[in-house]
């Protein structure tokens, strides 16, 4: 069985499975190439053939064990029938969704499908053309993150705008995470049936979700979504990722359903082999700066996590995804120091 799919399921692994969050992406020049080919990144997103191609990239030059889906979570707000464009050097913007007519206005779930009908032939395209011990995931954004970039139009450092409509007009709030939920259920299951072998929920901002609102709007939108996603598709691993969680980290497998839950940098891989890792798979958590750093530090880093969470089931990843001054030939360093024999002490 692939080791991706091993250590989902609970196994301990020697030399944990390793993939990156944003591995496909600009750090790599062979991925700035295909981008300008295809114009621009929606239309990338958009394209089967080049979003394959750029998905295969990493694992090509690096030897990943499991390749995402290259696409975009805001696909699915697209697909739901908000405006959607890229600024250079900013980044995403939207229509926003300000009353309940902004959801009344949107797609059904059912409606979706014509736009996102590429995605589904990128991931068609993967299952047959990866090598067959790299796993592939799917993935889509978690609902309370998707909904905070469908209420502000663009992504928000404190997410004050989707809170004030959840303060303000929560009928609103939870008719508009009801429409995401839905839709992603939907979205998820078409990417299980063109040959996705995980998924993952991408909670980006979750930690900014306190008190009851983590259990509301976190918590219990992922267990709809897995709980669906499993009853149609019995054994599917799933990953999730509600980043910046903290405490709320604790019991999210158990409350969800997840199979493995990813965890950000904040915290300590030895508090996470504590009290997270004795639930089930995780999967972190190393910075992401020591992509552009690397050195004897990256060295020592990749040791302390592989050792710390050795004693169960791990993914090891990036707590957050790799920005685009990361180092190719650190990203080779971390591999390399992964998976060289297990027993080496750390220095
Ligand atoms: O210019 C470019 O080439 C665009 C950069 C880029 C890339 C490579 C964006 C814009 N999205 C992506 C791909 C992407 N996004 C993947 C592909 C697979 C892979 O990991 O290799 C995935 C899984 C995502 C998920 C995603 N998009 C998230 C969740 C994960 C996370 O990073 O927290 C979020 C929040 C987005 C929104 C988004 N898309 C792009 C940007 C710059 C952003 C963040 C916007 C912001 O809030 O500032």
Request: negative net charge.
């Amino acid at each position: 069985m692939k080791t991706l799919l091993r250590s989902l399921a609970g196994e301990t692994l020697p030399v944990p499975p390793i993939w990156m969050m944003r591995q496909a992406g600009r750090y790599l020049p062979e991925y700035k190439a295909t981008r300008a080919e295809a114009g621009d990144f929606l239309s990338l997103c958009y394209n089967p053939d080049l979003a394959t191609e750029v998905t295969l990239q990493p694992i090509r030059r690096f030897g990943f064990d499991a390749a995402i889906l290259f696409a975009d979570i805001l696909l699915v707000p697209q697909a739901l029938g908000a405006d959607l464009w890229f600024v250079t050097g900013e980044g995403p913007r939207l229509s926003t969704i300000t009353g309940p007519g902004g959801v009344t206005a949107l797609k059904g779930r059912d409606d979706i499908h014509d736009t996102l009908a590429p995605v589904y032939q990128t991931v068609r395209n993967l299952a047959s053309a990866l090598p067959s011990e790299v796993a592939l995931i799917g993935f889509a954004g978690a609902p309370w993150t998707v909904a905070t970039y469908m209420i502000a139009g663009r992504g928000t450092p404190d997410q004050a705008p989707a809170h004030a409509l959840k303060d303000g007009d929560r009928a609103t709030f939870e008719a508009l995470l009801d429409r995401i939920t839905e839709a992603t259920i939907e979205y998820l299951d078409q990417q299980v049936q063109a040959g996705a072998e995980v998924v993952k929920l991408f909670d980006s901002w979750a930690g900014s979700l306190k008190g009851d609102d983590f259990a509301k709007y976190a918590v219990a939108p992922a267990k709809r979504i897995i709980s669906e996603l499993k009853a149609r598709h019995p054994g599917l691993p799933v990953i999730a990722f509600p980043r910046e969680a903290g405490d709320g980290y604790i019991g999210f497998h158990a409350a969800t359903g997840a199979d493995c839950v990813a965890v950000d940098d904040s915290v300590d891989a030895a508090w996470v082999a504590e009290h997270v890792q004795p639930d089930g798979c995780v999967q972190g958590n190393l910075e992401s700066s020591h992509m552009v750093t690397g050195g004897d530090a990256l060295v020592s880093e990749v040791r302390r996590i592989r050792d710390a969470l050795s004693g169960g089931p791990h993914v090891f990843n990036l707590g957050h995804g790799i920005t685009p001054d990361a180092d190719p030939d650190n990203v080779a360093l971390m591999i390399e120091t992964l998976r060289e024999t297990a027993s080496v002490p750390a220095s």
